[in-house]
């Protein structure tokens, strides 16, 4: 039998065409799709002609055509290659509407993502080393009790990863200010070096808590004290974390 000539039982096509054997008894009840032929023990046979038509309706649907308007193109005065070109486009436009679609979704992702609080995983991603669960709940223990850390909590609690390479940023740039400063040969209790512990005092107080000098000469102090903070400036540059604190105190001292 050649595939002109070929029949399928309901049970055939329909493992044939991924269409349920349910779905084809009502396609036929309706009037969608009735077999062609009937074999001599007066079983419905599909010929190839009603496979064709199956994908054709198996296509509208897939487009979320009802089945009446569906019946109505099929039946209508077009031939097969006018249902594929009206498929076609059909498809097309949907593609172009999908398209639209992922990207304002995208955008919407992009806006959600871009307000979340920053994660750990942010902030590991941001800071590296300088961001540890110990580092955290050393802080913790040691200003837990104290008014600046609820106060620096309460701000950074709504920052996002963006506020937070904002805020890298800023640091590294200050970092790179003492650096190049003390590079220069300008000394410690000088105007530009003092500027730059300024500049470091406003940030610290502008985005984590209210900073005095006082308070900040505490820090500049720590900055020799702690060996992991001395040792982050340190690294940066041989003797920064001295230079770094004695510019914190020049600051202090000229405004006091």
Same mark, same amino acid.
């Given at each position: 039998?050649?595939?002109?000539?070929?029949?399928?039982?309901?049970?055939?096509?329909?493992?044939?065409?991924?269409?349920?054997?349910?779905?084809?008894?009502?396609?036929?009840?309706? =009037?969608?799709?009735?077999?062609?032929?009937? +074999?001599? /023990?007066?079983?419905?046979? &599909? #010929?190839? $002609? @009603?496979?064709?038509?199956?994908?054709?309706?198996?296509?509208?649907?897939?487009?979320?055509?009802?089945?009446?308007?569906?019946?109505?193109?099929?039946?209508?005065?077009?031939?097969?290659?006018?249902?594929?070109?009206?498929?076609?486009?059909?498809?097309?436009?949907?593609?172009?509407?999908?398209?639209?679609?992922?990207?304002?979704?995208?955008?919407?992702?992009?806006?959600?993502?871009?307000?979340?609080?920053?994660?750990?995983?942010?902030?590991?991603?941001?800071?590296?080393?300088?961001?540890?669960?110990?580092?955290?709940?050393?802080?913790?223990?040691?200003? =837990?009790?104290?008014?600046?850390?609820?106060? +620096?909590? /309460?701000?950074?609690?709504? &920052? #996002?990863? $963006? @506020?937070?390479?904002?805020?890298?940023?800023?640091?590294?740039?200050?970092?790179?200010?003492?650096?190049?400063?003390?590079?220069?040969?300008?000394?410690?209790?000088?105007?530009?070096?003092?500027?730059?512990?300024?500049?470091?005092?406003?940030?610290?107080?502008?985005?984590?808590?209210?900073?005095?000098?006082?308070?900040?000469?505490?820090?500049?102090?720590?900055?020799?004290?702690?060996?992991?903070?001395?040792?982050?400036?340190?690294?940066?540059?041989?003797?920064?974390?001295?230079?770094?604190?004695?510019?914190?105190?020049?600051?202090?001292?000229?405004?006091?």
């Amino acid at each position: 039998m050649t595939r002109k000539d070929a029949t399928w039982t309901v049970g055939r096509l329909a493992d044939r065409s991924g269409v349920t054997v349910r779905t084809l008894h009502h396609y036929d009840e309706i =009037g969608l799709l009735r077999p062609t032929e009937r +074999s001599s /023990a007066g079983y419905r046979l &599909y #010929t190839e $002609a @009603d496979l064709v038509r199956l994908q054709q309706i198996v296509v509208y649907r897939r487009l979320e055509l009802p089945l009446d308007e569906i019946a109505d193109l099929l039946d209508g005065p077009d031939g097969t290659v006018e249902h594929l070109r009206r498929q076609r486009d059909v498809v097309a436009a949907r593609r172009d509407e999908l398209e639209v679609l992922v990207d304002a979704i995208d955008q919407a992702l992009e806006r959600e993502m871009n307000n979340r609080p920053a994660t750990d995983e942010d902030m590991r991603e941001l800071f590296g080393h300088g961001f540890s669960d110990e580092y955290q709940a050393e802080a913790q223990e040691r200003w =837990g009790d104290t008014d600046r850390w609820a106060q +620096s909590q /309460a701000r950074t609690a709504r &920052y #996002t990863k $963006a @506020d937070w390479a904002q805020i890298k940023d800023e640091q590294d740039a200050t970092n790179d200010a003492f650096i190049a400063a003390k590079r220069a040969g300008e000394p410690a209790d000088g105007d530009v070096a003092v500027a730059i512990a300024e500049r470091a005092r406003g940030q610290m107080d502008e985005r984590f808590y209210d900073c005095d000098h006082e308070f900040h000469r505490c820090l500049g102090e720590m900055y020799i004290s702690d060996p992991r903070f001395a040792a982050t400036y340190n690294d940066l540059e041989p003797g920064l974390a001295q230079y770094v604190r004695d510019a914190i105190v020049a600051n202090a001292d000229r405004s006091s």
